[in-house]
């Protein structure tokens, strides 16, 4: 393989300004940062051909060859997938384990973004406590309507949603016969993406996450062990 101890993997993603790392995606579901320049400096590819649009995370790969150019890959989705090509099971893990292609995508098509939407609705505007004051003129400028505060009333509503969707997928998963600490068999994308959107919670509102960690009798607090 191409990387090794002496010559391996970069990896780039977001920091707070404080030595810690907040964002879901480079930990996995993103708060997009515009790093245009050096994206288009190293040839990266956008992962979004709108403005274009560059996003974290971002890894190198380094060439098997003397002298040969190290391979750039953008969006976590991305990454992941050129992970397992490059890197195969069974020597290593695999990310997407075939025997639990079926229920992590069921679980993604049918949780994650209602979960994702509520969570990030009531953490969003939390955001800017973490954030160093580089960061934040930035996110003002490019996310700054989406960040205002909800009334109590809508609070309260979009909480219960993410309640409702969290006990829905602990259901579907008690069906499967999926006991944990993992969403299938073993460790998978859907967990990684699961466990960033828990660290962010971590980072911007520990209460609510220990909220979240009490739901269906103490499942998610064991997943959170576990990832």
Excluded: C
């Excluded at 020597?91 to 049918?110: E, G, M, R, T």
């Excluded at 973004?113 to 953490?123: D, E, F, Q, S």
């Excluded at 580089?134 to 960040?147: A, F, I, P, Q």
């Amino acid at each position: 393989m191409a990387a090794s101890r002496e010559n391996p993997i970069i990896f780039y993603g977001l920091d707070y300004g404080k030595g810690s790392p907040w964002s879901p995606n480079p930990y996995k579901t993103r708060l997009y940062l515009n790093y245009k320049p050096k994206m288009k400096e190293l040839r990266i590819s956008p992962t979004s051909d709108t403005f274009p649009y560059y996003t974290m995370p971002v890894i190198v790969d380094p060439s098997s060859e003397p002298g040969g150019k190290p391979t750039y890959v953008a969006e976590s989705f991305n990454i992941a997938i050129y992970l397992d090509d490059k890197y195969p099971a069974p020597k290593y893990p695999a990310i997407f384990p075939p025997w639990n292609a079926f229920s992590s995508n069921l679980i993604v098509a049918q949780y994650f973004p209602t979960i994702i939407g509520n969570v990030a609705a009531v953490l969003s505007p939390g955001i800017f406590r973490i954030l160093d004051l580089r960061s934040m003129e930035y996110v003002k400028h490019t996310r700054g309507d989406s960040l205002r505060p909800l009334s109590e009333q809508q609070e309260t509503i979009m909480w219960q949603g993410a309640h409702d969707s969290f006990a829905a997928m602990s259901k579907a998963l008690d069906a499967e016969g999926e006991d944990g600490p993992y969403l299938g068999d073993q460790v998978s994308f859907v967990d990684f993406g699961l466990g960033g959107l828990l660290h962010l919670m971590e980072k911007v509102d520990p209460s609510r996450l220990e909220e979240v960690l009490k739901w269906q009798s103490g499942r998610w607090r064991n997943f959170w062990r576990g990832i």
